[in-house]
């Protein structure tokens, strides 16, 4: 059964074994290869990902240079896409040298912006006409984003959640069953068609949109001008 949550807690294994290498390699070099082995990991393993974000999140502004410094040492020798060390920290980061520093450093490799056309949807339908819906948009490398709702056409959202990395192939598959409700492959213009109606009327009611929803305002944006979708709705 599928269980659609928010950011799922990391367990302390994904944790960095050492917040500063610079501080790792003045007391010990196997805990340099620690760090960069944690770093190899951020290519495939999405708790290890969301980890990296979680503690560079944290961590105060020097402390962030210093462990971009760190990364750029690093990285030549880790074999791995750039974008599998730099994106999870640009996804949380807000300073613009800091982020226009990681990009550089991304360059022509695998950007960490989500391909709107990869997009998938899987749709299902309650018995009370309720629509459950999992949105799979890729992020990088073989990580994606899930947005999940549940809403009726013509009154609004029941619910929205977001699972903001997971691996692809962790992400809900073609027959996957939540609150009993199995849910199938479907063409994603017409389920943006139907969560565009449901952005309106839950405008119409006068609620507030649910905020993962924004996350995904760049699948209405790929579809603007489409016959499904005259308009972005989540900017009206």
């Given at each position: 059964m599928v269980?659609?949550v928010?950011?799922?807690?990391?367990?302390?294994?994904?944790?960095?074994?050492?917040?500063a290498?610079s501080?790792?390699?003045?007391?010990?070099?196997?805990?340099?290869?620690?760090?960069q082995?944690?770093?190899?990991?951020?290519a495939?393993?999405?708790?290890?990902?969301?980890?990296?974000?979680?503690?560079?999140?944290?961590?105060?502004?020097?402390?962030?240079?210093?462990?971009?410094?760190?990364l750029?040492?690093?990285?030549?020798?880790?074999?791995?896409?750039?974008?599998?060390?730099?994106a999870?920290?640009?996804?949380?980061?807000?300073?613009?040298?800091?982020r226009?520093?990681?990009?550089?450093?991304?360059?022509?490799?695998?950007?960490p912006?989500?391909?709107?056309?990869?997009?998938?949807?899987l749709?299902?339908?309650?018995?009370?006409?309720?629509?459950?819906?999992?949105?799979?948009s890729?992020?990088?490398?073989q990580?994606?984003?899930?947005?999940w709702?549940?809403?009726?056409?013509?009154?609004?959202?029941v619910?929205?959640?977001?699972?903001?990395?997971?691996?692809?192939?962790?992400?809900?598959?073609?027959g996957?069953?939540?609150?009993?409700?199995?849910?199938?492959?479907?063409?994603?213009?017409?389920?943006i068609?139907?969560?565009?109606?449901a952005?309106?009327?839950?405008?119409?009611r006068?609620?507030?949109?649910?905020?993962p929803l924004?996350?995904?305002?760049h699948?209405?944006?790929a579809r603007?001008?489409?016959d499904?979708?005259?308009?972005?709705?989540?900017?009206?």
């Open positions: 269980e659609p928010g950011p799922r807690e990391k367990p302390e294994s994904a944790s960095p074994p050492a917040t290498r501080a790792a390699a003045a007391s010990d070099p196997r805990l340099v290869a620690a760090w082995e944690w770093l190899r990991a951020l495939t393993d999405a708790d290890a990902a969301i980890a990296a974000a979680h503690v560079y999140g944290d961590l105060p502004e020097r402390a962030r240079d210093a462990w971009l410094d760190a750029t040492e690093d990285s030549p020798s880790l074999a791995v896409p750039a974008v599998a060390i730099y999870p920290l640009l996804a949380v980061e807000s300073d613009p040298a800091r226009e520093r990681m990009e550089r450093a991304i360059g022509s490799d695998v950007g912006r989500p391909d709107a056309q990869r997009a998938r949807a749709r299902g339908i309650a018995r009370d006409g309720a629509r459950v819906v999992a949105l799979v890729p992020l990088y490398l990580f994606v984003e899930v947005l709702c549940r809403y009726v056409v013509d009154e609004g959202f619910w929205v959640r977001h699972d903001s990395l997971i691996a692809d192939s962790d992400s809900p598959a073609d996957a069953t939540f609150e009993d409700v199995v849910l199938e492959v479907t063409p994603i213009t017409p389920v068609e139907e969560l565009a109606h952005v309106l009327a839950q405008r119409r006068g609620r507030e949109l649910p905020s924004q996350l995904f305002a699948l209405f944006d603007v001008g489409d499904a979708v005259d308009d972005d709705p989540l900017r009206r």
